[in-house]
């Protein structure tokens, strides 16, 4: 028999971790419980907060108008954070969705309006072409190993630009009914429109939790070594993320001139900051390898509710970007803290 002195190897023998569970008062462990669920769903009890103070400040954000322009308004930005999401699952950023977006849609209007091509050429014509943009930004990250903050920044300058020379700074407006139908279209006075981010959100779900791409993205993000050495094509994965981030930018790009009937040469030039917020607020991580879709849907209700809220609450434009940027920040500081609370 052995003496009793290498049996005593501490807290971290299983006999003593197991007494301490144990030894734990039910109390404390409900009580802890109760931080963790509160820290894992802070977005829907920070988004629930702002929706009483909003509604207190002025009853109209109750109205059933504003629930549908709060919707209308969550899709465009919803799409965008689905699409920035995808490269932040695997430790990489897109900078060029908001541009890309722009540009693609524009691409659309003028084979409608001005060379006379059927909605339905050039609607999907537009959309490739945000798709084929984010594959070359696939190609660049992966083949040529270029930074893609730095490579994303540079294609959004570029698209910048040329959606400028493209529109010559004029605002394209004269689009067809055809063209413009679903960012109008309603069925008993509710609007048609987020039914595709309702679409694009279940998809994106599906994708992450139910298919081999989607373990492969968090794999890939979590750790792209191990995941080479497991034998998942890591620069495949990257380039497919990148891939679906331009398609989903196409789609946002549509339905946001269809929406608004018109495309500027400036078109989604507001969007990135919020789009890049949206996805982190909910929890998608920067470093990559975690993040869901019910996460990235509150991050987008979140930021939506917080500026539709001020605006309809008459604060001054001039304090809107200040405040908004405010919560935005006391937002991700909280999620912040969850993150950091979970991990211990």
């Not at 501490?10 to 008062?25: F, H, V």
């Not at 929706?51 to 799409?79: E, K, M, R």
């Not at 040329?162 to 010559?168: D, K, P």
């Not at 946002?252 to 989604?268: N, R, V």
Request: proline residues 4%; glycine residues 12%; hydrophobic residues 55%.
């Amino acid at each position: 028999m052995q003496p009793r002195s290498e049996f005593s190897t501490g807290a971290s023998s299983p006999g003593t971790a197991a007494l301490a569970q144990a030894s734990t008062p039910p109390a404390a462990k409900r009580g802890k419980s109760s931080v963790q669920w509160m820290f894992q769903n802070v977005v829907w009890l920070w988004l629930a907060a702002l929706v009483v103070v909003f509604g207190v400040l002025n009853p109209f954000f109750f109205t059933l108008s504003n629930l549908q322009n709060v919707l209308v308004q969550a899709t465009v930005l919803g799409l965008l954070a689905l699409a920035v999401s995808l490269p932040l699952m695997v430790a990489e950023i897109d900078l060029s969705i908001a541009s890309n977006m722009g540009f693609s849609a524009a691409i659309g209007a003028i084979l409608t309006t001005r060379l006379g091509l059927s909605p339905a050429v050039g609607v999907p014509v537009g959309i490739a072409a945000a798709t084929a943009i984010g594959f070359f930004n696939g190609l660049c990250v992966t083949r040529l190993k270029m930074v893609s903050l730095i490579q994303t920044l540079a294609v959004m300058i570029v698209l910048q630009g040329t959606l400028l020379a493209v529109t010559q700074g004029n605002t394209i407006s004269d689009m067809p009914n055809p063209y413009i139908w679903i960012g109008q279209y309603t069925v008993g006075n509710w609007p048609v429109m987020p039914i595709v981010f309702l679409v694009a959100l279940i998809g994106m779900g599906f994708l992450l939790r139910k298919t081999v791409l989607g373990r492969c993205l968090y794999a890939t993000g979590g750790n792209a070594l191990a995941a080479n050495s497991a034998g998942i094509r890591v620069n495949r994965i990257k380039i497919v993320a990148f891939t679906l981030s331009g398609l989903l930018s196409g789609v946002a790009g549509y339905l946001l001139a269809a929406w608004q009937m018109a495309i500027t040469s400036d078109q989604g030039e507001g969007f990135l900051l919020y789009a890049i917020a949206a996805p982190i607020i909910g929890g998608v991580s920067v470093f990559g390898g975690r993040g869901g879709a019910m996460g990235i849907l509150g991050g987008v209700l979140l930021l939506t509710v917080i500026h539709v809220g001020l605006a309809i609450t008459e604060v001054p434009s001039f304090y809107v970007q200040m405040i908004g940027g405010i919560l935005i920040f006391i937002a991700v500081a909280v999620d912040a803290i969850r993150v950091n609370f979970v991990s211990q």
